[in-house]
């Protein structure tokens, strides 16, 4: 399991993640968004995959739902 925490300035954000696709990663890999300790949504991804909802400087991302408050 890995985990990221960022501080942010209240308001809106697009929550979104970039992994390298191969065979060999999960197919469901589950990403969990909180704010502060109460999960606003659990999404879960094919890391089979590419991730394909858009690119930006070079890689590819796929949003996790949203936006969030």
Do not use: K
């Not at 606003?40 to 739902?65: C, I, K, M, P, Y």
């Amino acid at each position: 399991m890995a985990r990221w925490t960022f501080n942010v300035t209240p308001g809106r954000y697009r929550v979104s993640a970039s992994w390298f696709a191969h065979s060999n990663r999960a197919s469901d890999a589950p990403y969990t968004i909180l704010s502060g300790s109460t999960a606003l949504a659990t999404v879960r991804v094919n890391q089979t995959q590419v991730a394909n909802d858009f690119s930006h400087a070079g890689t590819n991302w796929e949003d996790l739902g949203g936006p969030y408050d």
